[in-house]
């Protein structure tokens, strides 16, 4: 009877050995987001934005043809599907910048900036540069 008593005594000791084990491994596997949520780090593809996307890519390609007229139409379809999306209106302040309508390019650009959130990724961080930038350009040009 007695050794009965310490053999279940050693495996209650190595179940609770093993518990223990299982929580603090348990504990290792768990993924902390310090800064950004997993919403922050999707790609356009998941967040249903590619259409967004493209459109800026386009309204800027035609920017650099010298194109204004339909860049800014473009990146206008832009801001009615993301109206949320700093980008785009930092896009449409560069259209805005070279055709030298200052005030609206510094209109747009402070939209971008009031958009961006307190927190930003490497890229969101040069779109604001971007942005800052198109006001201070359009300031000299006044």
Do not use: H
Request: charged share 25%.
């Amino acid at each position: 009877m007695c050794s009965d008593n310490k053999w279940i005594k050693k495996m209650m000791k190595w179940k609770a050995v093993v518990l223990v084990c299982c929580l603090w491994l348990s504990g290792c596997s768990s993924i902390i987001f310090i800064g950004q949520t997993p919403e922050d780090n999707k790609t356009a593809a998941e967040t249903g934005l590619v259409a967004v996307d493209n459109l800026i890519v386009r309204g800027d390609e035609q920017r650099r043809r010298g194109q204004l007229d339909i860049a800014s139409a473009t990146l206008e379809r832009a801001v009615r599907l993301a109206p949320r999306s700093p980008d785009v209106y930092v896009a449409l302040s560069r259209v805005k910048l070279d055709a030298g309508q200052y005030s609206a390019a510094v209109q747009f650009a402070q939209k971008a900036l009031s958009l961006f959130p307190s927190k930003v990724s490497w890229k969101q961080e040069r779109a604001r540069t971007e942005a800052q930038w198109v006001i201070n350009e359009a300031n000299k040009k006044r």
